[in-house]
């Protein structure tokens, strides 16, 4: 039986999710964090939870919206990695690390969604 690769995009952002909700174990446990570990939970598990909800869009403009959504939600982790980071909170390889991957993320998702837009919608 041929298995089925799954999306770059999908893997990534799954993998990302998991790692947050390991940061915010951490903030929680180790650092007393309690809003800001909120924050960046929501919004670093959302990037993947609307990657993974694209793959059942109705149509080409939903599939595009939920991967609009991911980016905005993908912007917004930045935000509270910063904040994170420029808090002491969580140190500068933590912060690099995650924010790499966000970056490369963000960087898919754009690519995907710019794709898609000029193959399907002229």
Known sequence: MLQRKEPIIKV?????????????????IQKNEYILSK???????????NVN???????????????SIALKEAD???????????GDYITETQFKSMYDDIQEITRILVKIIKTTKERNLK
């Not at 990534?12 to 929680?28: C, D, G, P, Q, T």
């Not at 917004?76 to 420029?86: A, D, F, I, R, S």
């Open 12 to 28: 990534k952002s799954e993998a990302f999710a998991i790692r947050v909700i390991k940061m915010y174990k951490y903030l929680n």
């Open 39 to 49: 924050q960046i939970l929501r919004s670093g598990t959302s990037v993947g939870a």
């Open 76 to 86: 917004e982790t930045t935000y509270w990695l910063k904040c994170l980071y420029g």
């Open 53 to 67: 909800e694209s793959r059942n869009a109705q149509s080409t403009l939903d599939f595009i919206n939920k991967l």
